[in-house]
């Protein structure tokens, strides 16, 4: 939620950031192992929660796109992250403002 909201309010913060370490192998690998830890808590969390069907379907979702960070090329990989710190500093906000909304989601259905 706090990435949500930081992109909110100063997109060109994350935008930097991706420019500054699209080609590093080492932020790739955060970026997998990221997903993969997002995707294995939202399964684990989906029965205690209230909407144990959306945490599972969102958990699955997560682990795929691991999957498939992990086996893109890193030329890939780069070109996408660069790709997305050229956006529009709008979209980028919209974005943070998906993310926050998804973490407020999150906080609700589990408190």
Known sequence: MMVGLITLVQPRLAQNFLKQHAFSPVFRNFA?????????????????????????????????AGIFVAVIPMATFTKVALRSARLNANLVRIGGAGATAMGVFMAYAVL
Do not use: E, K
């Open 32 to 64: 997998v192992a990221g997903r993969f830890i997002l995707g294995i808590v939202f399964i684990l969390v989906a029965d205690g929660s209230r909407y144990p069907l959306i945490f599972n379907l969102i958990g699955v979702i997560a682990l795929i």
